[in-house]
């Protein structure tokens, strides 16, 4: 991992702890992009031309990466904009599982909408509650984030896939942008009906770019609204035949910016998710031990027995201006102050930032 920081020449200046807000640009993806527009200045509409019939070959990438058919993947610009087409598709009056203070890209909509809505406060086994809520047959679909963006508590799932086993007929919602890019993933495996991410985080994508994982079994929950030229790739004669998953797609798809998702998909392979998974659980571990030592973290995070690399502690505004002046990039999350550790840190900054903390 030690020569992929080259990579990243952020790292240079600081201690980058704010993955979780936006991942970092490096030098490979700055020339792959420097070549796409190239391309365009110098090939206009042909070249274009050939970057939108890339879009097939962008969602082969997006389906193999996450293990499941490239039929059910949609790209979409970002997560937000994904679920709040997905929920026009979705009846009036359903009954929805939220979990409090989850991220609000993925409450608000379903808030501001036509549904029953019961929530669940996160806590050291929130699992344990929210099979509880589910066996009582009062929810229709359950919708939360794999990682909380606020202290990083991360959804057991296992648990995920023992409940869809258990409940068949729940339909299960998902927000990946603070969990893909993290671990192997298999989407067909794991219980979820449909997972949307934004790629710019620990996708190191950029912004612009995102997608919608839908199961088989979730196409026939929704009623898709959304139609455009787009959903047919421009020929008019397919408007009454659209897969579900080009519904989500009814304009032009930029080649600039999904592009970058498959250059980034692509490095990301390259280096190994196992070993990206490794590093980041060390890393975590190494946080998890230094911060509850000296008392920062919430009792929940300490007690559960997986957690991200995401972590809220206890500091007010002094100190985060001290960790500002000691060039650690981090930011004010809640009442704490938020960090991050995607591949690309290591322990020693993990161990100079409790030392900047204890000082």
């Not at 985060?320 to 591949?343: A, M, W």
């Amino acid at each position: 991992m030690q020569n992929l920081r080259k990579k990243f020449p952020v790292l240079k200046q600081c201690i980058y702890a704010n993955t979780p807000a936006t991942g970092l640009l490096y030098e490979d993806l700055l020339e792959w992009r420097q070549e796409h527009d190239l391309d365009y200045l110098i090939g206009g509409s042909e070249a274009k031309r050939k970057n939108f019939e890339n879009m097939y070959a962008i969602r082969d990438t997006v389906a193999r990466f996450f293990s499941c058919s490239s039929e059910n993947v949609s790209l979409v610009p970002n997560f937000t904009l994904g679920l709040n087409m997905l929920l026009e598709g979705l009846p009036n009056g359903s009954r929805i599982l939220l979990l409090e203070n989850d991220y609000p890209s993925l409450n608000w909509p379903f808030e501001t909408r036509d549904f029953n809505r019961s929530y669940i406060e996160i806590s050291e086994n929130f699992e344990e509650q929210i099979h509880s809520e589910v066996a009582s047959g009062k929810v229709d679909v359950l919708a939360f984030s794999v990682v909380q963006w606020i202290n990083g508590i991360k959804i057991d799932l296992d648990f995920v896939k023992k409940l869809k086993n258990d409940f068949p007929d729940l339909l299960i919602i998902v927000d990946g942008t603070q969990f893909c890019g993290t671990q192997s993933f298999d989407f067909t495996n794991s219980g979820i009906d449909i997972l949307g991410a934004s790629g710019y985080k620990w996708l190191l994508s950029g912004y612009g770019n995102g997608f919608v994982l839908v199961s088989e079994g979730a196409k026939e929950r929704f009623d898709p609204k959304f139609i455009g030229n787009g959903s047919v790739d421009r020929d008019i004669d397919l408007r009454n035949s659209i897969p579900f998953c080009k519904h989500l797609e009814p304009g032009h798809l930029d080649s600039f910016n999904f592009g970058s998702l498959q250059f980034s998909l692509n490095f990301l392979d390259s280096i190994g998710m196992d070993h990206i998974g490794t590093q980041l659980q060390k890393l975590s571990n190494r946080a998890k031990e230094g911060f509850s030592s000296l008392g920062l973290l919430e009792d929940m995070v300490v007690n559960r027995p997986q957690h991200s690399t995401i972590f809220n502690i206890k500091g007010d505004r002094h100190l985060f201006n001290k960790l500002l002046d000691e060039n650690v990039t981090c930011i004010p999350r809640g009442s704490g102050i938020r960090f991050g550790f995607h591949f690309y840190n290591t322990e020693n900054e993990i161990d100079k930032i409790i030392d900047i903390i204890k000082s």
